[in-house]
């Protein structure tokens, strides 16, 4: 793949990325996302479009607004360089065919989801349900003879997740079990790879926090950025892993 490929992939996710920032800060605000344009919340100054390069802008600037000089949290980067990566990675995992678009736009709902539930423990039903109908529509018209792969993946972990509500309540939540119904639609049977991944990682964090910051087992902490973490590691490499762990049974 030549690279000017990989090139456009990775200023498609930074530029994203971007727009993702406003998706997170916006959306659980039910504000416009496109009206009006990027402020800084500290002074209100629209931002110019030469201040608002993914990445970039932020360094120059020092993580301060060119107006007011208040400091611009390093979260607006880091959002922009996590998706640049992942849209890399993907166009890496898909090269240039259909899949890359699918799995492009299920990185940009995962990365939003992830930091929306971070800061206010939502996972917002305007991504998951049009993301679990369009996300199921795709992976039929790619794939019309597995079409019970992605139905049953879809089911399946959202079942999974519902059981587990109901095993601990207050510990998942609806949003979790939507948000599966979601991942399985895109995943199909690597939806597995995903919730394993998940638990993984939540399982560590919470270890973490329990031990080294000492809080409370009771405390409440959102499980959507982990099941976000697992699905973009399974969309790029679910295959891989579970090969490899077939490959260990045989
Ligand atoms: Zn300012």
Not at 36 to 44: A, E, H, I, K, L
Not at 49 to 63: F, H, K, T
Not at 85 to 91: D, I, N, R, V
Not at 227 to 236: K, P
Request: proline fraction near 6%; charge should be positive; charged fraction near 10%.
């Amino acid at each position: 793949m030549p690279y000017v490929v990989y090139a456009f992939s990775l200023l498609l996710g930074l530029v994203l990325g971007s727009f993702l920032n406003v998706v997170i800060y916006r959306l659980p605000r039910h504000e416009s996302l496109i009206r009006p344009g990027s402020r800084c919340p500290g002074c209100g100054t629209s931002i110019h479009c030469y201040d608002n390069i993914p990445v970039l802008s932020w360094l120059v600037l020092r993580g301060r607004c060119r107006a007011c000089q208040m400091r611009i949290s390093c979260r607006y980067p880091l959002v922009e360089a996590i998706t640049g990566l992942a849209f890399l990675l993907a166009m890496w995992r898909f090269g240039l065919t259909w899949p890359v678009l699918v799995a492009w736009a299920f990185i940009a709902a995962m990365v939003a989801i992830a930091f929306i539930d971070y800061d206010h423990m939502i996972i917002p039903n305007k991504i998951v349900l049009p993301g679990a109908l369009l996300g199921l529509i795709a992976s039929v018209a790619l794939e019309p003879q597995r079409w019970w792969v992605y139905v049953a993946g879809s089911l399946g972990a959202a079942a999974f997740m519902l059981v587990l509500a109901m095993l601990w309540p207050g510990g998942m939540g609806p949003g979790d079990i939507k948000m599966a119904l979601f991942m399985g639609a895109v995943l199909g049977a690597h939806v597995m790879v995903a919730l394993f991944a998940a638990f993984l990682f939540g399982s560590i964090a919470g270890i973490y926090m329990m031990v080294v910051q000492k809080r409370s087992r009771k405390a409440k902490i959102p499980f959507g950025p982990y099941l976000a973490l697992g699905a973009v590691l399974a969309v790029l490499l679910g295959e891989t892993i579970l090969r490899n762990y077939q490959s260990l049974y045989s």
